[in-house]
C-alpha cells in the first residue's frame, strides 16, 4: 500500500513491526513515551516508562525510540498533515488513541520543521572560515584553501583541505561572485 508519511511508498517492515509492537501500550504509556521522545529527552528515561510492559529491554526501548522519532520525521518531511497521519496509521493497524496522539505530535512540531527547514533547507555544510596557505612542498604554484564548516545538523565542525591551482583560483573566485548575483535575484518569497 502507499501511505503519504512514506513518500507515498509501503511502510519499511521494521517500523511496521515497532508500530505493532507499540501498539500493545496503554494509551497513557503510550503517550508519556511520545512526549519523552518528542522532548528529545534523555533515552534513560524511556525504560523507566517500558519498564513494566512487555517492551522492557534495551533493544525494544531504542526500536520504540526510533520508530516515534522516525515516524514524526517521515510525516513532518512528506508535508503529511496530522489528519492524514492517523488515517495511514489507522490503516497499518495503529490503536486509534496511539494515531491520535502521533498526528498532535506531528501537528505541533510542524512549524519549527517549516522554520528549520526555510532556514537550513538547502544547507548541507554552514561555511564558518576559509584560510588559504601556501601550496604543499614539491607542487608548483598551488595554494592550500582551508574551509571550515558546520554541519547544519550534527552540529560537528570539518575542515577541508583543497589543493587549488593558482590559475583557477581567480576563475573560482569569478563563479562563487556569478552564483551569490543569481541566489541574491531569487525572490524567496
Known amino acids: 500500500m502507499k501511505f503519504k508519511f512514506c513518500s507515498d511508498g509501503d511502510c519499511p517492515l521494521w517500523a511496521l513491526a515497532a508500530l505493532h509492537a507499540l501498539g500493545s501500550l496503554p494509551a497513557p504509556i503510550f503517550r508519556t513515551l511520545l512526549h519523552r521522545v518528542v522532548e528529545e529527552q534523555p533515552d534513560d528515561g524511556i525504560m523507566d516508562i517500558l519498564k513494566d510492559t512487555n517492551l ?17 520525521k517521515q510525516a513532518q518531511r512528506c508535508g503529511c498533515s496530522g489528519v492524514q497521519l492517523a488515517r495511514d496509521l489507522l490503516v497499518l493497524g495503529v490503536p486509534r488513541a496511539h494515531a491520535a496522539a502521533l498526528a498532535d505530535a506531528a501537528d505541533s512540531g510542524r512549524a519549527a520543521h517549516e522554520a528549520q527547514a526555510r532556514t537550513h533547507g538547502f544547507m548541507v555544510n554552514k561555511l564558518t572560515d576559509i584560510a588559504t596557505s601556501p601550496g604543499p612542498e614539491g607542487t608548483v604554484d598551488t595554494i592550500t584553501l582551508s574551509l571550515q564548516s558546520d ?3 550534527t552540529g560537528t565542525q570539518r575542515t577541508a583541505d583543497l589543493i587549488v591551482d593558482k590559475s583557477q ?18 525572490d524567496i518569497e
Open 56 to 72: 522492557s529491554s534495551r533493544e525494544e526501548c531504542a526500536r520504540a525510540a526510533a520508530v516515534l522519532r522516525w515516524t514524526l
Open 151 to 153: 554541519d547544519v545538523f
Open 169 to 186: 583560483v581567480c576563475a573560482l573566485l569569478q563563479e562563487l561572485r556569478t552564483a551569490k548575483l543569481k541566489m541574491d535575484e531569487i
